[in-house]
């Protein structure tokens, strides 16, 4: 018996690992974009990948469960399933490759790369859910931000580590604000997410509007419409993702995505799959949930740490501004900037309707002397609009009203103001030279007293 023992004693040490089985399930059903399998144990968002006819396999990925069924969606095209197929759960999950050379990079919504230029050589590996910042821990927004664009750094100052939205709707300019802000903002490092949209803007941007020295310091995530919901969505999440690396590094990040409403749209196809009921206009609880959980990555780090600036672009459908993303947007981003279609159809761009846009954080990143020119600005501004039916008329009668005056006179300076050419570059101290001077004597007018202003020097604005 003890020579029995010793013989099974060497023959386990000459075994280097012991066999564990495979447990793989089987596609049981395919509905739409919603895949069904059993005999898998796994758990919410976990990877598979999923037998097809000929040697090949697709990745899915676990969205939801109903007893002992998980429903999977994949992440490419799923043509040559069989009932039947085999399921088999991947080991890794969930981690994505980061480091230093993903600058200059694309990628597609899984990491992988887009522009042929080999594989990803890897830092590190890092999970694709980060960890929340405690709010209490974040550095409070104090820094005046340089976007290069007129109309925003002296009317709707931006901060670093704000996160503001472009509201608009189709062909009204979202995108060429976008690409003026990549090429003008001054940042360490450029995260560029293009979720949902057309697949010809993806060159077009890297080219046209990055350029070559401008992709040098950027990375681009590219997951055009054509892509399935799952990757978009995770398109999303791995842009933030990169953003909050760099930025752990103590890098000031410019992130920019376009668009959000994509995102949700994404997430809308998903949940709907799965069986998840409409709430608002079609758009499942689940969406609501989501955006803030994106867009509260972004933002600044520690004190003494790098940050986030995030612009995402919202489409408002039919240019209606009380569509539930962007209502939902809206709410929880530091500031809104409104694009107009009837001043994009008149010539003006950037189409910014002033009136309409706000920036939160304003009066925490400038001076008392910018924010009272800011608002002196937009009270001329809006009483002219006020005024315009009467005016085009020939209704108006001058001197009826000394702050109408004045506006009507001032008007074509401010809509000048406004106004800034594709290529034209407008550094933070120029905008505030010229805003100063805008109001300086002009024509033999001078600035009206405090009372043409509405009495005493403006207040903190609502935020």
């Not at 664009?149 to 062909?171: E, P, T």
């Not at 209502?327 to 009136?355: M, Q, T």
């Not at 034209?424 to 300086?440: P, Q, S």
Request: aromatic content about 4%; some cysteine; hydrophobic content about 40%.
């Amino acid at each position: 018996m003890s020579l029995l023992t010793d013989r099974l004693q060497d023959y386990r040490l000459s075994v280097p690992n012991r066999v564990q089985p495979e447990v793989c399930g089987r596609l049981t059903r395919v509905v739409g974009l919603t895949l069904e399998a059993v005999g898998c144990p796994m758990t919410m968002g976990e990877r598979c990948l999923i037998e097809i006819r000929g040697g090949r396999a697709v990745e899915a990925e676990v969205v939801g469960f109903a007893e002992q069924r998980i429903y999977l969606m994949p992440m490419a095209s799923v043509e040559g399933l069989q009932p039947g197929a085999k399921v088999k759960p991947m080991t890794e999950v969930g981690k994505i490759a980061v480091g230093w050379h993903l600058l200059g990079r694309v990628l597609n919504g899984a990491g992988e790369p887009l522009d042929g230029r080999g594989p990803i050589i890897a830092d590190h590996h890092v999970e694709l859910f980060g960890v929340p910042i405690n709010p209490l821990h974040r550095a409070p927004i104090r820094q005046k931000l340089d976007v290069g664009i007129r109309a925003i750094n002296a009317l709707l100052s931006v901060g670093v580590g704000q996160r503001l939205g472009l509201f608009a709707g189709s062909g009204v300019g979202k995108s060429m604000l976008l690409g003026m802000m990549t090429r003008l903002t001054t940042a360490d490092i450029t995260i560029v997410g293009l979720v949902g949209e057309r697949g010809r803007e993806v060159k077009e941007f890297i080219e046209d509007i990055l350029g070559e020295e401008g992709l040098q310091r950027s990375v681009v995530v590219a997951s055009p419409a054509d892509d399935s919901p799952l990757m978009r969505l995770r398109a999303a999440v791995l842009t933030t993702r990169i953003a909050e690396y760099f930025r752990d590094r103590g890098k000031n990040v410019l992130l920019l995505m376009d668009s959000l409403t994509r995102y949700a749209q994404a997430q809308r196809e998903i949940a709907l799959a799965v069986g998840e009921p409409p709430a608002t206009k079609g758009y499942p609880p689940s969406v609501f949930a989501k955006l803030p959980q994106l867009v509260e990555r972004a933002g600044n780090g520690p004190p003494g740490a790098g940050s986030i600036t995030a612009f995402y672009t919202v489409l408002t459908e039919g240019d209606d501004q009380q569509d539930p993303i962007a209502d939902a947007a809206r709410a929880i981003l530091d500031g809104h900037i409104v694009l107009n279609r009837r001043l994009a159809e008149e010539g003006h761009y950037p189409a910014i309707d002033i009136e309409a846009s706000i920036s939160r954080v304003m009066p925490q990143v400038t001076s008392p002397e910018h924010l009272k020119k800011a608002q002196f600005f937009k009270q001329l501004y809006s009483r002219y609009q006020q005024t315009r039916d009467l005016i085009s008329v020939g209704a108006y009668v001058a001197g009826s009203d000394r702050e109408t005056d004045v506006a009507i006179e001032r008007y074509p300076h401010l809509k000048r103001f406004l106004q800034q050419g594709l290529q034209e570059e407008a550094r933070m101290d120029k905008c505030l030279a010229d805003l100063e001077a805008l109001f300086a004597v002009n024509n033999g007018v001078k600035n009206p007293p405090a009372a043409a202003t509405g009495g005493n020097s403006p207040g903190r604005p609502n935020v």
